[in-house]
C-alpha cells in the first residue's frame, strides 16, 4: 500500500522568510496530492493540491511541486507570518480506483515574529 | 451549507466499553471518510464510503471497529470493547465523491478517552 513520508517534522524561521517541507510517496498510482493546515485544536484544512498531470501549482504566498518520476512533492510558503504557524500535512491518493488516502507525519511550523 | 458536524466533541469511557461516534457530512456529499489521529501524528485513514456502502474498510485496526452508513448520509462508528490505546481525535470527512481527487472537508473531531 502508499506509504507517505514528510521531512523535516518541525520547522523553525524568521517571519518574512520561506519555508519548504517535502513529501515522498511509494505507490505510483497516486495520482493527487492535497496539503492541509491543522492549527491547535482545529480540523486540517485544505490549503493547496495537486494532481499527477500539473508539475507546479502557485496559490499567493504557497507553492507545490510535483516530481512524479522521482515520487516527491513539496509545499513552498514565501513571506512567511506568525499566523502560518501551524502543522502542515501532505497526503497522497489514488484519483481513479478508490478515494484512501495517506497522510504524512506532519511538520510543525514556527515562524517567529 | 454547514461543514461536517461530529457529536459528541468529546467522548470519556472505561476500558471495555462500547462507544459510538456520529459523523454528519456536507448534504449532497456521497463520499465519507474517517481517519484517527493520534497526538502529534497525521491522520490514519480507517474507512471510506461512497453512498452507502464501505468501499474501502482496509484501514480499521480489528474486528472491535465498525461504521454504518445506513442511509448514505449520517454515518456511525463504532468500537467494541475499547482499550487505551484507542484514545485519539476521530475525524471525519466529506467529498463530493467524483473522483479520489476531489477536495475531502473535515469535521471538527470527536476526541475519545480510554481510561
Known amino acids: 500500500g502508499e506509504n507517505v513520508e514528510q521531512h523535516p517534522s518541525t520547522l523553525s524561521v524568521q517571519e518574512g522568510d520561506s519555508a519548504v517541507i517535502k513529501c515522498t510517496y511509494s505507490?505510483?498510482?497516486?495520482?493527487?496530492f492535497p496539503w492541509y493546515k491543522q492549527e491547535l485544536g482545529k480540523r486540517p484544512q485544505l490549503i493547496i493540491d495537486?494532481?499527477?498531470?500539473?508539475g507546479e501549482k502557485k496559490d499567493q504566498r504557497i507553492a507545490v511541486t510535483l516530481n512524479k518520476t522521482a515520487k516527491h512533492f513539496s509545499l513552498h510558503i514565501t513571506e512567511t507570518q506568525p499566523e502560518d504557524s501551524a502543522v502542515y500535512f501532505c497526503a497522497a491518493t489514488p484519483d481513479t480506483g478508490g478515494f484512501k488516502t495517506i497522510f504524512g507525519a506532519g511538520t510543525r511550523l514556527f515562524v517567529k515574529a | 451549507g454547514a461543514g461536517v458536524s461530529q457529536t459528541p466533541s468529546n467522548k470519556v469511557t472505561e476500558k471495555g466499553k462500547y462507544v459510538e461516534l456520529r459523523c454528519d457530512p456536507i448534504s449532497g456529499h456521497t463520499a465519507l471518510y474517517w481517519y484517527r489521529q493520534s497526538l502529534g501524528q497525521g491522520p490514519e485513514f480507517l474507512i471510506y464510503?461512497?453512498?452507502?456502502?464501505?468501499?474501502?474498510d482496509s484501514g480499521l485496526p480489528n474486528d472491535r471497529f465498525f461504521a454504518v452508513r445506513p442511509e448514505g448520509s449520517v454515518s456511525t462508528l463504532k468500537i467494541q470493547r475499547t482499550e487505551r490505546g484507542d484514545s485519539a481525535v476521530y475525524l471525519c470527512?466529506?467529498?463530493?465523491?467524483?473522483?479520489?481527487?476531489?477536495?475531502?472537508?473535515f469535521g471538527p473531531g470527536t476526541r475519545l478517552t480510554v481510561l
Open positions: 464510503f461512497q453512498g452507502t456502502g464501505a468501499a474501502d
Open positions: 505507490d505510483s498510482a497516486s495520482n493527487y
Open positions: 495537486i494532481r499527477s498531470n500539473v
Open positions: 470527512a466529506s467529498s463530493l465523491g467524483l473522483a479520489g481527487g476531489d477536495t475531502q472537508y
